[in-house]
């Protein structure tokens, strides 16, 4: 068989619907050159390098084959991921995601180019990449470049994604805007129509409103929302301007949109008991043993100060047996409190300055919260945590979320699979874990649920820890 009859078996299976690399190989007896045919090609490598800044594309969204012409023209952010495309592709076309999709860049889908996968298909183990992971701009370039889409396998709606314009994007743009098109696209489940078959279908086929598109997508798709603190600009921006991304700048800009006083002196005297306890010790000395630990009397008495200590079963005087206290100890130490000085633990300029106003010890575990000197990692545990417990305001903080926004971070598991609800408890300096110690605290009665209540004091301290009252960044 010749190169130009295995190139003429490609293109009659690409017409058949066959896509050869989900087949068997074929056993003996058929002709030279077939098996060479049917094994998997190796897709190419079409991505193209993200934008150093983002930008706004102007598109051409037609429906393949649809006489007259039924199209969109969208203005998209660069950066938007492959996602969120999706939903505004949904949006523009009046669908209602009952069915798979699928992007590619190249010659068309299934095979014929580099394909980006939606969650369902990437669980199936077909070869491509998820689509959450791509952005617009790696499909994109330059005026006149194509991008794919098919949704529903079975009707197979194909749209053609074509830039037209790359343009400034101006601050206040919205991510997604509908500017124009033609024609009510074919419902869902109508075995692919897309001419004179439309006129039984839809009232009035030549229906089309723009406005209808953009409430859709204000929906789809949130705005970018206010400027925020530089501390949460840069959290969203981890995120980057995925769904999650912009859904989670809103709620932030929300949060530090609704202000909340700060607790009186004496709400924060009665809140940080424990660590009043530790500074009023320290500054005479608290001695430490050759190894390292705090002594039998002094971890006795720290027990009955620190709130999570209180139920620990045990006799409480040895610190290496009583975790409660050694972790309360280390946080004061973290928080630059305390340090160890010949065999003792003392004041350490911050705290001696701390031990005689509440003020200043509030303002010390605000800033040290955020741990920024633990790894990423852990920082950014720190940072979704105080998230969730200063958006939970009177009422339960649910630390469930956390896993939820690290993945949204793409913070996974070592074989990428979501990361499971405890993997906060992995971090033990988290700040659920040291605010649990302020205040009243307790957790739900529902094991591994996540719901935890914390005090108010918490809570605001959880807002100043985020900086969410600081000047939003220019």
Not at 306 to 329: C, D, M, Y
Not at 379 to 408: F, K
Not at 432 to 441: Q, R, T
Request: proline share 9%; aromatic share 6%; charged share 30%.
């Amino acid at each position: 068989m010749t190169r130009n009859s295995d190139e003429l078996l490609r293109q009659m299976l690409d017409q058949l619907g066959v896509d050869p690399r989900e087949g068997e190989v074929p056993g003996p007896g058929l002709p030279p050159g077939w098996p060479s045919v049917l094994e998997p090609r190796p897709q190419p490598e079409l991505r193209r390098p993200r934008r150093d800044e983002p930008c706004l594309y102007r598109v051409r969204v037609d429906l393949a084959e649809a006489k007259p012409p039924i199209w969109r023209r969208l203005d998209l952010r660069s950066d938007l991921s492959l996602d969120v495309v999706h939903s505004i592709l949904q949006a523009a076309f009046f669908w209602d995601d009952y069915h798979l999709h699928r992007f590619a860049i190249g010659d068309g889908v299934f095979g014929r180019g580099q394909e980006f996968l939606c969650p369902f298909d990437v669980d199936e183990g077909d070869g491509g990449i998820p689509e959450e992971d791509v952005r617009l701009d790696e499909t994109l370039a330059a005026p006149g470049d194509r991008l794919h889409y098919m949704y529903d396998y079975g009707d197979g709606w194909r749209l053609r994604i074509r830039l037209e314009k790359v343009l400034e994007l101006e601050p206040e743009a919205m991510p997604a805007v509908c500017l124009g098109g033609r024609r009510a696209a074919p419902p869902e489940d109508s075995r692919g129509a897309t001419d004179e078959e439309l006129a039984e279908l839809l009232d009035d086929p030549e229906e089309f409103d723009a406005d209808e598109v953009n409430a859709l997508l204000d929906d789809q798709v949130p705005e970018p929302g206010p400027r925020l603190p530089p501390m949460m600009e840069e959290l969203v921006d981890r995120v980057g301007f995925r769904l999650p991304g912009a859904r989670l700048r809103r709620r932030i800009g929300a949060l530090a949109a609704r202000p909340a006083p700060s607790p009186a002196r004496r709400e924060k005297e009665a809140a940080l008991v424990p660590h009043q306890w530790f500074l009023d010790r320290a500054a005479e000395g608290i001695p430490l043993t050759a190894a390292g630990w705090m002594a039998p009397d002094a971890v006795s008495a720290a027990a009955e100060v620190i709130p999570s200590a209180r139920e620990w079963i045990g006799k409480k005087n040895r610190e290496q047996g009583t975790i409660p206290v050694l972790h309360f100890r280390r946080m004061m130490q973290r928080f630059g409190l305390l340090h160890r000085h010949r065999g003792e633990l003392r004041l350490t300029q911050v705290g001696r300055a701390a031990q005689h106003d509440v003020e200043v010890l509030w303002d010390q575990l605000a800033s040290a919260l955020p741990l920024a000197d633990g790894d990423e990692f852990e920082h950014d545990v720190a940072r979704v945590e105080l998230l969730v417990i200063a958006d939970s305001g009177e009422s339960a903080a649910d630390l469930s979320e956390v896993p939820r926004l690290l993945e949204a971070m793409l913070w996974t598991g070592p074989d990428g699979e979501v990361l499971p609800p405890s993997v906060r408890h992995s971090v033990i300096h988290s700040p659920s874990h040291l605010l649990a110690e302020v205040g009243e605290h307790r957790r739900s009665r529902e094991a591994d649920s996540g719901v935890e209540f914390f005090d108010p004091a918490v809570v605001a301290l959880a807002r100043e820890a985020l900086h969410l009252d600081a000047p939003a960044a220019p």
